[in-house]
């Protein structure tokens, strides 16, 4: 018999991705893959990997060379605010995340950057909003099975993910009985 507890016997990290409950049916979080910026005794932060949106960054900030450039939707927090995640060293106030991922910074060095090298584009993530847990939230939806974690980044998943299936590829890599929960229809009558 497979033990199917959504359980994760890892504790979450900075730099970590937090994988939702298969059977959440939030808004935000349904099947969600988030990357974990900050995690600390006052909070966490981070940013909902697979959740497009149809708004090109082009749209709202016309000085990105990028016209193709998507938009994911963070989190429900600060919503009118574009965050971004980037893999590039030696950017003014950006702050690291783990190994070579950092998250903001000067965003006219940026933008020079992917004008030098419009190949750049390809290793920064934007964000409308952001998820957020005050002190000891994370840590009671985690007692309440709201998410497993993984310690497992794959910057292919980070940069060029966009949609739903990164959910269940992070769930299949966790192991056996998670990789049966990927499978979970989002609401069992459906079955």
Request: hydrophobic residues 35%; proline residues 4%; contains cysteine.
């Amino acid at each position: 018999m497979i033990d199917i507890t959504f359980r994760s016997k890892k504790q979450p990290e900075k730099g970590d991705l937090l994988v939702s409950d298969p059977f959440a049916n939030d808004l935000y979080f349904s099947r969600s893959v988030v990357l974990l910026c900050d995690h600390d005794k006052s909070g966490s932060f981070g940013f909902v990997l697979n959740n497009m949106l149809d708004v090109k960054l082009h749209d709202l900030v016309p000085k990105f060379p990028n016209k193709e450039t998507r938009l994911a939707l963070g989190g429900p927090v600060d919503k009118d605010s574009i965050f971004y995640i980037h893999s590039f060293e030696n950017i003014t106030r950006s702050q690291k995340i783990c190994r070579n991922l950092f998250f903001g910074g000067d965003f006219q060095a940026i933008i020079d950057r992917i004008k030098e090298k419009p190949e750049n584009n390809s290793k920064i993530r934007f964000f409308l909003g952001y998820s957020g847990w005050s002190a000891n939230q994370l840590t009671e939806e985690m007692k309440n099975n709201a998410w497993v974690v993984s310690d497992t980044i794959d910057y292919k998943d980070v940069f060029l993910s966009n949609d739903k299936s990164l959910w269940k590829k992070i769930m299949a890599q966790l192991g056996k009985k998670f990789e049966l929960m990927s499978n979970f229809p989002i609401d069992p009558n459906n079955n």
